[in-house]
C-alpha cells in the first residue's frame, strides 16, 4: 500500500519591519530629504555669513563706545558670549526659515502628498521632521556660536573677556534656543501652510505683540509679554532670575514648540494634504 505525501506549500517570507520601528525610518527619510534641497544649504550659508557680519558689527560697536570722546558712553570690557547672543537678533531668522520650509516647501510643490503616502500618519512624519530640525538648529546653532565667538573676539581685543566657561555656556543657549525656535517655526508652518504667512506669524509673536505690550509699561501686560516666546527667550539668554529663572524662559520656550507642533498636527488631521 503506497503512501500519498502532501508537501505544504512554501511560506512567503515575513517582511521585517525596519530598524528601529517606524518613526526611525521616518526620521531617516526626512533626514535625506532636507538635505536633499539646495535651500537648505543657501539657508545655512545666509545664517553663517550674517552671524559674521553681525557679530562684526556688534563688537564694533562696543569698541568705539568704548574709545570716542563721550565718557558718558562707556560700557566697558564685555564678553564674547554676549556678542554671539546679542547677534541673535538677526540670525534666528536663517533659522526660522530653515524650520518654516522643511514643510512648506512640500505644500508649494506638491510633494507633501507623497510624503503623507510613504508615512501615512500625519503625527508621526510632523514628529519625524520635528526630530530632523531640531537636530540639524541645533547643530548649526553651535556652529554659528563658534564663529561668532570667532568674528568677535580679535574684534573686540582688549575691550572684549572670553571666560572658556562662560562663552561654552552662551554657545549652548544660543544652539538650545535656535533649535528649540527652529521647531516653533515648523509647527506654525503644518498649521498655516505659507512660508510668507508663517514668517508674519513668527515676526508678531517673537517681536511685534511682545514689544507692543511692554511698550505702555503696565504691570498686566508686561507679564503676559514676558510669557511670549518672543521675552522668554531674552530671559533665558540673559540668564535672568527676574521675572523668573533662565530655566523657566528654556521650558517656555520649549512649550510654546510643542504647542506649535500639537497645532500643526490638529490641522494635518482636518485637513490633510
Not at 121 to 148: D, P
Request: proline share 5%; net charge positive; hydrophobic share 55%.
Amino acid at each position: 500500500m503506497s503512501t500519498v505525501r502532501t508537501i505544504a506549500p512554501a511560506r512567503p517570507a515575513s517582511r521585517r519591519a525596519p530598524a528601529g520601528g517606524p518613526l526611525t525610518g521616518a526620521v531617516a527619510a526626512e533626514w535625506t530629504k532636507l538635505w536633499s534641497v539646495r535651500s537648505t544649504w543657501w539657508t545655512l550659508l545666509a545664517g553663517v555669513l550674517v552671524m559674521a557680519a553681525t557679530a562684526g558689527q556688534l563688537a564694533i560697536y562696543a569698541v568705539n563706545a568704548n574709545t570716542d570722546d563721550d565718557p558718558t558712553n562707556n560700557p566697558g570690557v564685555g564678553t564674547v558670549g554676549g556678542i554671539v547672543i546679542g547677534s541673535l537678533d538677526l540670525t534666528q531668522y536663517a533659522v526660522l526659515a530653515l524650520g518654516l520650509l522643511a514643510i512648506t516647501s512640500e505644500y508649494a510643490t506638491g510633494t507633501i502628498r507623497t510624503t503623507l503616502r510613504c508615512t501615512p500618519s500625519g503625527g508621526r512624519m510632523l514628529l519625524a521632521k520635528a526630530v530632523v530640525v531640531a537636530v540639524v538648529t541645533f547643530l548649526f546653532g553651535l556652529l554659528l556660536g563658534g564663529v561668532g565667538a570667532l568674528v568677535a573676539g580679535p574684534v573686540l581685543g582688549r575691550w572684549g573677556r572670553a571666560p572658556m566657561a562662560g562663552t561654552l555656556g552662551d554657545v549652548l543657549a544660543t544652539a538650545s534656543y535656535l533649535a528649540l525656535v527652529g521647531v516653533l517655526a515648523l509647527g506654525l508652518a503644518a498649521a498655516l501652510r505659507g512660508a510668507v504667512f508663517t514668517l508674519t506669524v513668527l515676526l508678531a509673536v517673537l517681536m511685534i505683540v511682545p514689544l507692543s505690550l511692554q511698550e505702555p509699561r503696565i504691570t498686566v501686560l508686561t507679564r503676559i509679554a514676558d510669557a511670549l516666546p518672543g521675552v522668554a527667550d531674552t530671559h533665558f539668554l540673559a540668564g535672568d532670575s527676574e521675572p523668573y529663572p533662565a530655566a523657566v524662559g528654556l521650558l517656555l520656550l520649549a512649550g510654546w514648540a510643542v504647542a506649535a507642533l500639537a497645532l500643526g498636527r490638529a490641522a494635518l488631521r482636518r485637513r490633510d494634504a
